[in-house]
């Protein structure tokens, strides 16, 4: 069992960054491949970024490949997604979630915890 509790939210301006952490409870964390998604009003959940358990191989979305970085740190159970350049279509609910596997993957369905959530809002 893995408990997520994201922070790092909030509202800024176009162009601006911000930095999501997402800190995971349970021993099994390091043996866990982990996720960003996100949700903005009216649609559906989608992929932003996912991590290997080590950490040495990453994927993103292609709306935010270049502006996007995610990254864990196994020794303190987090997992963090910082966001620069960031665009009025980057508004949303971020989630991070974590699956009972040591390999990335960019589809919800494969995660088996998941965050309650931050909202993300980005004025233009």
């Known amino acids: 069992q893995v408990r997520l509790v994201e922070s790092g939210g909030g509202l800024v301006q176009a162009g601006g960054s911000l930095r999501l952490s997402c800190a995971a409870s349970?021993?099994?964390?390091?043996?866990?491949?982990a996720g960003w998604f996100r949700q903005a009003p009216g649609k559906e959940r989608e992929f932003v970024a996912t991590?290997?358990?080590?950490?040495?191989?990453?994927d993103y979305a292609d709306d935010v490949k270049g502006r996007f970085t995610i990254s864990r740190d196994n020794a303190k159970n987090t997992l963090d997604l910082q966001m620069n350049s960031l665009k009025p279509e980057d508004t949303a609910v971020y989630y991070c979630?974590?699956?009972?596997?040591?390999?990335?993957?960019?589809?919800?369905?494969?995660?088996?915890?998941w965050g309650q959530g931050t909202q993300v809002t980005v004025s233009s």
């Open positions: 349970g021993r099994t964390f390091a043996r866990t491949a």
């Open positions: 979630a974590v699956r009972s596997s040591l390999l990335r993957s960019s589809s919800s369905g494969d995660y088996n915890f």
């Open positions: 991590i290997n358990w080590l950490g040495g191989t990453t």
